[in-house]
């Protein structure tokens, strides 16, 4: 019996201390936007309604809106472009350009300004 109660206070404070250090991975400078992720959002200023989940997605982003970035360094140097959506790691990575969406591991990492792409694989 006491075997079982060591094991689940093991349990719990594992659970607490793993939500702890999740804590301070969570970014929002706006209440519409949500970031999770080592420097993910880092730079927004004035930018909302984006979502970054990833180490350092959407990490240069400092106006832009309404973007979507998820994988390690997912749209990391969009910084005022609009309506994109990044899904997978280094996706859109060097992005300046609007409306564009990118799947997959380092789908269209450079778009030019003003490009709208729709890569995926």
Do not use: C, W
């Not at 990391?76 to 990118?102: C, E, K, M, R």
């Amino acid at each position: 019996m006491n075997q079982l109660i060591d094991l689940r206070v093991l349990t719990l404070i594992a659970f607490a201390l793993t939500n702890l250090a999740l804590l301070g991975q969570v970014k929002a400078v706006d209440p519409t936007d949500t970031f999770f992720g080592g420097g993910a959002g880092m730079s927004v200023t004035t930018g909302v309604q984006n979502s970054g989940f990833g180490f350092e997605a959407l990490f240069s982003n400092t106006t832009g809106f309404n973007n979507t970035a998820v994988g390690a360094f997912a749209l990391f140097s969009n910084t005022t472009g609009v309506f994109n959506t990044a899904t997978g790691a280094n996706a859109l990575a060097n992005n300046t350009g609007n409306d564009n969406t990118a799947t997959g591991l380092s789908r269209s990492v450079t778009t030019p300004p003003a490009a709208t792409t729709r890569p995926t694989g």
